[in-house]
């Protein structure tokens, strides 16, 4: 049976919103499977609003447009607010709890709050809540072999960032959820 995986990743320009989409997509093609990318953005980039949708599929991808994902990341409220309602039941919603003050009300999906933001500033690992999220993910739904996508994720990793790989490890292995 073909499997396709629909995410739509959104928040705040600067957080690295695009560049989980990215990693996501690279790590499909890595996989031999069809991938799609599209990012969008407001034209403050910085700080604005952000989001790309993802396609990961055993199929060829008919369209990049993604309206009703199996799995939404929001880390932002604006971007939990605008999303939430359009996830697939049995779906993921996983939210960074350190920016969003709300809890979902929905129960035909899977939900968990991570304090990503926070996670990463106790640990000094300031702007990196993404690659939190991104391992929190892959724990939940087993998108990708979490080796298989850590190695790829590092051949990503630009130089300048490259010091905060191994404390991104740890980080990921140890992530804490709130239950739903």
């Not at 009703?68 to 049995?90: Q, R, T, W």
């Not at 779906?91 to 996670?119: F, Q």
């Not at 991104?134 to 130089?159: N, V």
């Amino acid at each position: 049976m073909s499997k396709t995986s629909e995410l739509i990743i959104a928040g705040f320009g600067g957080q690295g919103i695009l560049s989980m989409g990215k990693i996501l997509a690279y790590a499909g093609l890595h996989e031999g499977k069809n991938v799609s990318w599209l990012p969008s953005y407001g034209p403050e980039m910085r700080g604005g609003a952000a989001n790309c949708s993802v396609i990961i599929s055993d199929e060829e991808v008919g369209s990049p447009l993604v309206t009703n994902p199996d799995i939404l990341v929001a880390m932002n409220l604006p971007s939990y607010d605008k999303f939430e309602a359009n996830v697939k039941p049995g779906g993921y919603l996983i939210l960074d709890s350190s920016l969003i003050n709300k809890k979902c009300e929905r129960t035909d999906i899977h939900v968990c709050y991570i304090p990503a933001t926070a996670i990463a500033s106790d640990n000094h690992i300031e702007g990196m809540a993404n690659v939190i999220i991104l391992g929190q993910l892959l724990k939940l739904t087993g998108l990708f072999d979490y080796d298989t996508f850590l190695s790829d994720m590092i051949r990503g990793i630009p130089e300048s960032k490259s010091a905060l790989i191994e404390k991104n490890k740890v980080m990921n292995l140890t992530a804490i959820t709130e239950p739903q």
